[in-house]
């Protein structure tokens, strides 16, 4: 049996460990709810793209406000699920490269810090997601 090689995209941004963090949680409640981007994006009501924008560091700032249209469309209890309380947070920025490799019944979200030139990245998360790819159903009228 033969493995299919995964479609690789690795975004890169210089963030700070709140971002870090707040991206994290954004990621691990979109995941445990077996959501896809552009679902929890139309639950929130923004443009579709808006959750893959923010998880691919297109967005590197989200808002106070959108965190807390995501925490009511998915019906999150606790606001600090989406928003870190750390004591000492580093606001310092460094850079974080972000690989998002698709297999096809899979997708792996692989966050790492780049440490500088002589040093290896360290993994910051890695979280196993669904593939969300739209498989197109038979025609409905043949199913009823």
């Given at each position: 049996?033969?493995?299919?090689?995964?479609?690789?995209?690795v975004h890169s941004a210089?963030?700070?460990?709140?971002q870090v963090a707040i991206l994290y949680r954004i990621i691990i409640?979109?995941?445990?709810?077996?959501?896809?981007?552009?679902?929890?994006?139309?639950?929130?009501?923004?443009?579709?793209?808006?959750?893959?924008?923010v998880e691919t560091l297109k967005i590197k700032n989200i808002l106070a406000i959108d965190l807390?249209?995501?925490?009511?469309?998915?019906?999150?209890?606790?606001?600090g699920a989406l928003y870190p309380y750390t004591a000492n947070p580093s606001m310092e920025k460094a850079l974080y490269r972000f690989t998002i490799s698709t297999y096809p019944?899979?997708?792996?979200?692989?966050?790492?810090?780049?440490?500088?030139?002589?040093?290896?990245?360290?993994?910051?998360f890695f979280l196993p997601d669904n593939n969300y790819a739209i498989v197109p159903l038979p025609d409905a009228a043949a199913i009823i």
């Open positions: 049996m033969e493995v299919s090689k995964p479609i690789t995209k210089k963030l700070d460990e709140v409640q979109r995941i445990a709810r077996h959501f896809s981007c552009e679902e929890v994006s139309f639950l929130m009501g923004k443009p579709l793209h808006f959750i893959a924008d807390y249209i995501m925490k009511e469309a998915l019906e999150i209890k606790d606001y019944d899979w997708v792996s979200c692989h966050m790492e810090k780049v440490n500088g030139k002589d040093q290896d990245p360290a993994t910051v």
